[in-house]
C-alpha cells in the first residue's frame, strides 16, 4: 500500500522560504513521477510542480516559476519543493501526489496516490 507522508508546513512571513518533504513506502519510488499540488479555502486543487522518475524533468505552474524548486532523493524516497520568496497566495494546504508514470503530467487524474497534505500560512 502506497503512503504519502508531507512535512514542512508552517506559518512563515511573505517573502520567507520552507521547504516541504514527501516521504514515500510502499512503492518502487524511483519508477514514478511525483508531483505538489495545493488547495486554498474554497478553491480547487491546483498542480504547482511535477518531477520525472529519474529527476531529468521538471515542470512547474507558472504561478510559482522561479521561487518554488522541486527535487528528490530515490535513495530516501523523498520529494521535496522548496519555496522561496513566499506570497500571501501561496497559503494552502499543500498535498504530494505520485503519478501512474514516469513523466511530467498536471493533471489530478494522472496522479493515484496523495498524501494527507500540509498547511502553508503566509501572512503579511
Known amino acids: 500500500q502506497v503512503q504519502l507522508v508531507e512535512s514542512g508546513g508552517g506559518l512563515v512571513q511573505a517573502g520567507g522560504s520552507l521547504r516541504l518533504s514527501c516521504a514515500a513506502s510502499?512503492?518502487?519510488?524511483?519508477?514514478?513521477?511525483m508531483g505538489w499540488f495545493r488547495q486554498a479555502p474554497g478553491k480547487a486543487r491546483e498542480f504547482v510542480s511535477v518531477?520525472?522518475?529519474?529527476?531529468?524533468?521538471?515542470y512547474y505552474a507558472d504561478s510559482v516559476k522561479g521561487r518554488f524548486t522541486i527535487s528528490r532523493d530515490n535513495a530516501k524516497n523523498t520529494v521535496y519543493l522548496q519555496m522561496s520568496s513566499l506570497k500571501l497566495e501561496d497559503t494552502a494546504v499543500y498535498y504530494c501526489?505520485?503519478?501512474?508514470?514516469?513523466?511530467?503530467?498536471?493533471?489530478?487524474?494522472?496522479?493515484?496516490?496523495w498524501g494527507q497534505g500540509t498547511q502553508v500560512t503566509v501572512s503579511s
Open positions: 501526489a505520485k503519478a501512474g508514470g514516469k513523466f511530467i503530467y498536471t493533471r489530478t487524474d494522472s496522479f493515484d496516490a
Open positions: 518531477i520525472t522518475s529519474n529527476s531529468g524533468g521538471r
Open positions: 510502499g512503492l518502487t519510488f524511483s519508477s514514478y513521477a
